[in-house]
């Protein structure tokens, strides 16, 4: 378990491809750092999504995860702060694809990520939320972010394969309860791109809420244009289209989160 006091630490992850981790990554962070909780989203994929979806262009990538999780650089050289808000982001190149087999030779493989959100100089940032946005596998990057964080935010899209894949998450998740990180807790599961129209998309919803009770978030996501063009304009979708369904859903959720955490979340005048 982290000793980081007052930040919570949530890994935005599952191994199925395409089901929303890194929208809700860059949209949940936005929305918290919206809040004023001082905000740090760790891009841990080596697709770099979640950079690139805030505008951080690979030529300026000097300094990434790979970095941080080897420890080659100032952890303040590698944090980027987003424009002038409170969201702050670790960017991820390709770089990061070799880390998964340089790891493997390191004695505390899988504890990597952990101990480098323990130095100081991230301590000492006084973060209130740090995300990390995870690959689509359970490889050893998603197992040091799981390792580092106190709870893993599960992404699911309301289709007919999803919740078999659920269980192999929440196998490794009780693994590394098990072993490496006794704390870890399920943040929540959440429902993606979700369509109330669509009769399947009803049905997962009910089998989620029979089998998984208080472990699903009341707040969907639901399926909406605006929050699939955001990342070409480089913004979260709060910011592309603040009155957007997509953009009201990712603040609902901020609001379910903060308030789970005893933290007060106040109405933002529509703009
Ligand atoms: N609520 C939504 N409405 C419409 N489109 C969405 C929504 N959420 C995600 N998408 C789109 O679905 C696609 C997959 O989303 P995203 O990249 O967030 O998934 P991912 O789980 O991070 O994928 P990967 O496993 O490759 O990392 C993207 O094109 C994204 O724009
Ligand atoms: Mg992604």
Redesign the pocket.
Known sequence: MSSLTKTRVIAVA?QK????????AINLAAALAEQGNKTLLIDI?P?G?ASTGLGIDTKSRKHTTYDLVFGDAPATDIMRQVGESSLWVVPATTDLSSADIELMSRARRTYLLQDALRQPAIMQAGFDYILI?C??SLNLLTVNAMVAAHSVLV?LQAEFFALEGLSQLMLSIRELRETANPGLRIEGILL??YDRRNNLAQQVEADARDNLGDLVFQTV?????R??EA?SYAVPVLQYDSQSK?AVAYRDLAAELMAKHGKKHTERAAS
Do not use: Y
């Not at 491809?17 to 809700?24: A, E, I, N």
């Not at 996501?221 to 244009?225: L, W």
């Open positions: 599952n491809g395409g089901v929303g981790k890194t929208t809700t994929d697709q999504n946005d690959p689509p992404p993606t791109m996501i639901p399926r909406n244009v929050v699939s990342p997509g």
